[in-house]
């Protein structure tokens, strides 16, 4: 699904061009933090928790000093489902839509999509490592089975 470069760096190339999401006060600073290939996810000041998707208010402690935090980029894949349908003519099906939960946090997790794995080794619990396909100014979290996993 993308030409991974051999270095296994955080960029990816796909065959196909990405929707850039809105980048607005709010989500600005998730959607362009992979331009270094580090993920950075909204995190209260105050008591330390993580909110995704960004909240200017601390859904743990009401705190309102949030900012965003890089964070390792590793998760497990939580649940998942191979999408066959073109919702969007530039992103040919099949893709496997996901559920990462990121490994700071339990129950911190992004909707995402998983690539360089085939449905047929994809399972809940499988470990992942974040990386980034560009989309305009956005680069947008997708992830790929950790080396070593024997996946992809």
Known sequence: MTDAPPDGS???VEAFERVAPPLTERTAAFWTSGADGVLRIAR???CGRYLHPPRPVCPACRGRD???APVSGRGTVWSWTLNRY???PSMP???VVADV???EQPGLRLL??????SPEEL???LPVKVCFSRAGEAYIPLFRPEAGDGAG
């Open 10 to 12: 955080a960029l990816v």
């Open 44 to 46: 209260c000041h105050g």
């Open 66 to 68: 949030v900012g965003f």
């Open 86 to 88: 073109g919702w969007v």
């Open 93 to 95: 099906p099949p893709y």
């Open 101 to 103: 939960e990121l490994v």
């Open 112 to 117: 995402t999509n998983v690539v360089d794995c």
């Open 123 to 125: 399972r809940v619990g």
